[in-house]
C-alpha cells in the first residue's frame, strides 16, 4: 500500500490540547496510521543531526532532524525569512540576501533529503510544503530518489519582474522543476510562476501549464487550501456560548464589535488597518463609543529584526487612538499581542459584526474563512477582505479593499457596520456556497490525486 510522506519546515509533534491551526489541521483528515512526517524538530545543537529522531503516535511516525545553530541561523531567519518570506510578499525593500545565507539554506535541505531519504520505502508518495523547503526535491532526486515528490507553495508566488530581483533566483526555479507536480494556491500565483519559468529558464510550457523540464515534466495545480466550514461553524456556536465568549460579549456593553486576528507580521498591514480604525472614527463619528475594535496578533518570529520592530509601532498607534478618540468608560482599540486558542477565536468572531482581513499580501489567509464560517446565518457579520489575499479570489461577495488605502477600508468599516440585515443575509449565502468548495479536503484530494498520477521523467532522474 502507497504510504503518505508529509515534509514541513517544522514537524507538529502531537500534545494534549486543542490544536491552535495551521498545516496540522488543514491536513488533519489525511494524516492517518501508516502516515509520515518529516522536519525539523525546531532545536538547534551544536552540529546538523542527520539521523532523524522517530515518535509514533496513534500509529503516525513523526520523524525529526536537529539543525546547527548556524545553519538555523542561515537558513531560518536569514534565507528563509530575510530573503524569500519578503521577496513573495512584495516587500523588496526589506530582503536582505547573502551568500552565505543561500549556502546555509542549501545546506539545511541537504540535510533534511540525506535524512529522509534513510526512510523512504519505494512507493512513497513525497508531499513537500512551502518555501523552506524548495531545494529539497533536487536534493532528494540526487541522492537517487525516483518516487513522485510534489511541492506546494502556500505563500504567493510573484511575477517575474520581481522574482528576478532576487540573487540566485534561476537556481530556484530549477529546483522547483526537480517536483513532479507544484500547487499554488491561486491562478494568478500559478501564472507568475509559469511565466517565470518562460522568461528566466526559457522552458516551454504547454496549454495545459505542465513545465517541459530537462529531466522531468512538472505538472502544475490550483489547490487553494481551506478548512472545514461546518466542523468551525459548530465550534464557534459553542464557543460563543462558553465563558470567553460571556465575557467578552459582557465587555462590549452593547457595543458592536469589529475583529481582526493575526501573526504578528510585517506583511498582515496591521499599522494601516490601525490607522483605518483612526478614520473610521474622525469620518463617521457616529461610530463614537458604539464599536470596539479587537486585533489579536499573535507573536511570530520574534529572531528577525524586522518582526521586532513592528511591535512598538503597534503599540504607538494604537496608543494615539486611544487616546485621541477614547472615553473614560470606552477603549476603541483593543490590541493583543499574544495568541488565543483556535476555539476561542471562533467564538469571539461569531460575536462579531466585522471581520477585518487586510494582509498587504497572503497566499490565502483562512481567518477569512474562519470569519465566515463562524457566523450566524440569520444575522451574519460582514468581512472586509484585501484584494491581496488569495481568499478574495474565490470570495467575491466580501468587501473587497486595497490595504495601501486606509480611507477605503475604514469606508468599508463603515459599509460593513451600517449594511442591513438583508444584504448581509444574501452576501453571507453566497460566501457560505463559496466557502462549501473550499475545504481542507477538498484541497488534499486535489493535491494527492494529481500528485498520484504516473511520472512524465525524461530520463533516470
Not at 289 to 297: E, G, K, P, T, Y
Not at 317 to 339: K, T
Not at 349 to 359: A, E, F, H, M, Q
Amino acid at each position: 500500500m502507497t504510504r503518505l510522506v508529509i515534509v514541513s519546515n517544522r514537524v507538529p509533534l502531537p500534545r494534549k490540547g486543542p490544536q491552535a491551526g495551521g498545516l496540522a489541521v488543514v491536513l488533519k483528515d489525511i494524516v492517518k496510521p501508516g502516515t509520515l512526517w518529516f522536519g525539523w524538530s525546531g532545536k538547534t545543537s551544536s552540529v546538523d543531526n542527520e539521523e532523524a529522531q522517530i515518535a509514533v503516535h496513534g500509529g503516525i511516525s513523526y520523524a525529526t532532524i536537529d539543525l546547527a545553530e548556524e545553519t538555523y541561523k542561515k537558513f531560518y531567519v536569514g534565507m528563509s525569512n530575510g530573503t524569500l518570506w519578503p521577496m513573495f510578499h512584495f516587500r523588496l525593500n526589506l530582503i536582505d540576501f547573502c551568500r552565505q545565507n543561500f549556502e546555509g539554506y542549501r545546506k539545511a535541505n541537504e540535510r533534511f533529503a540525506e535524512a529522509l531519504v534513510k526512510l523512504l520505502l519505494p512507493d512513497d508518495l513525497i508531499w513537500v510544503h512551502d518555501y523552506h523547503l524548495i531545494p529539497l526535491g533536487a536534493q532528494l532526486r540526487a541522492l537517487g530518489v525516483k518516487n513522485r515528490i510534489g511541492f506546494f507553495l502556500h505563500v504567493p508566488f510573484v511575477p517575474a519582474s520581481v522574482f528576478a530581483v532576487m540573487p540566485r533566483a534561476e537556481s530556484l526555479l530549477k529546483d522547483f522543476c526537480a517536483y513532479d507536480i507544484a500547487g499554488f494556491q491561486t491562478e494568478t500565483h500559478r501564472s507568475d510562476f509559469l511565466d517565470c519559468v518562460r522568461r528566466i529558464l526559457e522552458y516551454r510550457i504547454d496549454s495545459k501549464g505542465a513545465v517541459s523540464a530537462p529531466l522531468r515534466e512538472l505538472a502544475t495545480l490550483v489547490a487553494p487550501v481551506g478548512i472545514e466550514p461546518e466542523q468551525f461553524r459548530r465550534q464557534a456556536e459553542t464557543s460563543a456560548r462558553g465563558r470567553n465568549g460571556q465575557r467578552l460579549t459582557e465587555s462590549l456593553a452593547g457595543r458592536r464589535l469589529m475583529i481582526g486576528a493575526d501573526r504578528l507580521d510585517y506583511s498582515k498591514g496591521l499599522p494601516n488597518r490601525f490607522e483605518a480604525f483612526n478614520r473610521l472614527l474622525s469620518r463617521f463619528p457616529e461610530h463614537r463609543s458604539r464599536v470596539n475594535f479587537l486585533q489579536i496578533a499573535a507573536p511570530s518570529r520574534e529572531d528577525v529584526a524586522e518582526y521586532q520592530a513592528l511591535r512598538p509601532v503597534l503599540n504607538r498607534i494604537a496608543g494615539e487612538v486611544n487616546a485621541r478618540h477614547g472615553a473614560f468608560d470606552w477603549v476603541p482599540l483593543r490590541y493583543m499581542s499574544q495568541g488565543l486558542a483556535r476555539s476561542t477565536l471562533a467564538g469571539f468572531y461569531r460575536l462579531s459584526r466585522v471581520g477585518v482581513v487586510t494582509p498587504f499580501s497572503d497566499g490565502m489567509n483562512l481567518v477569512a474563512h474562519e470569519y465566515l464560517a463562524a457566523q450566524d446565518a440569520t444575522d451574519p457579520g460582514v468581512l472586509v477582505l484585501s484584494q491581496f489575499a488569495g481568499s478574495a479570489s474565490y470570495l467575491n461577495d466580501a468587501l473587497i479593499v486595497n490595504p495601501y488605502d486606509p480611507d477605503e477600508i475604514a469606508e468599508a468599516m463603515h459599509q460593513a457596520l451600517v449594511m442591513g440585515v438583508l444584504e448581509r443575509q444574501r452576501r453571507h449565502a453566497r460566501l457560505t456556497e463559496c466557502l462549501a468548495d473550499l475545504t481542507a479536503s477538498s484541497y488534499c484530494s486535489n493535491f494527492l490525486a494529481a500528485l498520484s498520477l504516473p511520472s512524465a521523467s525524461r530520463s533516470a532522474a
